[in-house]
């Protein structure tokens, strides 16, 4: 007989959120730890999230024009050091490789941090006129960076997986306008899938991509109060072009330096979403990122587990041409022990089906998200269930919206500032002049840093809430992963 117990989630979300965390990602089988310290396994529930993620993503910049590369993922050390602010920003990240069997390397090879380097010595080759450009180019693929002492699984990990998009253009005004088209893409993922909204603004000066000329971000909440960054787009002006001789021949017939973007996302988002919508029983995944999106439980009594286990296995031939189902017929393990199980993976809705829904033709279907359990008559089964999921998902993302919310706050005094920070934490939204003065002053006092300053900067107060000269801009400060 199975042990008819489940791994149960014994920290509690709201008292001990790091604690919570890594219960849920573990005890859910959403991942598991490996033999190297910030890297982790990912389970089929992690993954199929991720390659969602990806395939949506890559659709969409294939709309657009951008296409599919892979490069090494070695980089000779002479590449890294030929754009020196970006290697300096990335010189505590980097593993080397020193030698192979028992042969010295002549040169360390990078693993790499991010690809920039050994990219762009590529395309100072293939680009020699205008009419080589615009150059759009992605690749999906992984990155090591080992800078950190404690990571914490998808949020601090040292290997992660994402997407490098690194675009050349002709003008800045070209490069400019993919900002937008970009930053639009990883938000609509964002809300459509992950079910997570988040902040988009401008990086300050001391906290932009090293390299970059200007640096964009879409920032989340956590649950803890502290705020983390997602999805990020970098202008990098012609700093790289400058360093990597990428220029061409203009129409006029002038060589000119090439304009450049870089933009990714990251597995970071999944720890994002496992964050925001768990709660203590454990992992809550948004519908379409489920890897399971509905699952039958039989509920058999004594001489009826034939006919019931029929009548489930019908059901699920009929629902799995519309949904990831499955059908949880397992012997040796009671119905509460399976309910408890698929609660704490996270998959949206549990139909429960015994010699009650057989004879009523109708069947009990439960929400993981709010535990709403409601009768559905089998006859518009897959329309009932389509329209639940969906239902499902505008939840969490509004409960999401809800929760970011409630945790911004507006002030216009360093006091209230303070004051907030201690009570209530999340991201505080205060004037500031603009000065790196200000900025490591508020970061060195209150643990605090910009996290990017709004777009939309709506009205604000007229002084620095830190040296009371004009302020130059609204700008969100928070304690921050």
């Not at 902040?199 to 970059?212: D, L, P, R, T």
């Not at 998902?393 to 409960?399: A, T």
């Amino acid at each position: 007989m199975a042990e008819d117990k489940v791994l149960s989630i014994e920290a509690k979300k709201a008292e001990n959120f790091s604690e919570w965390y890594n219960q849920v990602l573990l005890r859910s089988g959403f991942i598991d730890q490996s033999d190297v310290s910030g890297v982790l396994v990912f389970l089929p529930s992690a993954y199929f999230a991720w390659q969602t993620i990806t395939s949506v993503v890559d659709l969409e910049f294939k709309k657009i024009g951008i296409e599919d590369t892979y490069f090494p993922l070695l980089i000779p050390e002479k590449l890294l050091k030929k754009e020196s602010e970006h290697f300096e920003g990335f010189i505590p990240e980097v593993a080397w490789v020193t030698e192979t069997g028992n042969t010295k390397l002549d040169e360390r090879l990078a693993i790499r941090p991010t690809s920039e380097t050994i990219m762009y010595k590529s395309y100072s080759k293939w680009i020699r006129s205008w009419r080589d450009l615009p150059l759009r180019y992605n690749q999906w693929n992984n990155v090591l960076r080992w800078e950190f002492k404690h990571p914490t699984p998808f949020i601090r990990s040292r290997e992660f997986l994402w997407n490098e998009g690194h675009s050349v253009f002709a003008t800045e005004g070209e490069s400019l306008a993919e900002r937008d088209q970009i930053l639009a893409i990883y938000t609509n993922v964002l809300k459509e899938y992950l079910a997570l909204p988040g902040i988009i603004g401008m990086k300050s000066e001391n906290e932009k991509f090293a390299g970059a000329v200007a640096s964009y971000s879409i920032e989340h909440i956590m649950p803890d109060g502290w705020a983390l960054q997602g999805p990020d787009f970098h202008n990098d002006g012609q700093n790289f072009a400058k360093a990597f001789d990428i220029k061409f021949l203009d129409k006029d017939g002038k060589t000119a330096y090439a304009y450049q973007n870089t933009f990714a996302i990251t597995t970071r988002e999944l720890g994002v979403m496992v964050a925001t919508h768990g709660d203590d029983k454990g992992l809550v995944i948004p519908p379409r990122l489920a890897c399971i999106q509905v699952v039958i439980v039989p509920i058999y009594k004594k001489g009826n587990q034939a006919d019931v286990k029929a009548f489930a296995e019908h059901m699920h031939a009929e629902l799995r041409g519309n949904f990831r189902v499955r059908l949880d017929d397992r012997e040796g393990y009671s119905p509460g022990f399976k309910f408890n199980e698929w609660e704490l993976k996270g998959v949206p809705l549990r139909i429960e089906i015994g010699e009650k829904e057989m004879s009523s033709n109708n069947v009990m279907v439960v929400r993981r998200d709010t535990g709403e359990k409601q009768l559905i008559s089998n006859k518009d089964l897959s329309k009932s269930i389509s329209a639940l999921l969906g239902k499902i998902h505008e939840n969490l993302y509004d409960k999401a919206v809800k929760f970011l919310e409630s945790h911004v706050t507006k002030v216009n005094s360093y006091d209230d500032f303070k004051k907030v920070l201690k009570e209530k934490g999340g991201i505080i939204t205060a004037p500031w002049c603009g000065d790196k003065e200000c900025e490591l002053k508020i970061k060195e006092e209150m643990g605090t840093k910009i996290t990017n300053i709004p777009l939309d900067q709506g009205k604000f107060g007229t002084k620095c809430i830190i040296c009371a000269k004009k302020s130059k801009y609204a700008a969100n400060f928070a304690r921050s992963y």
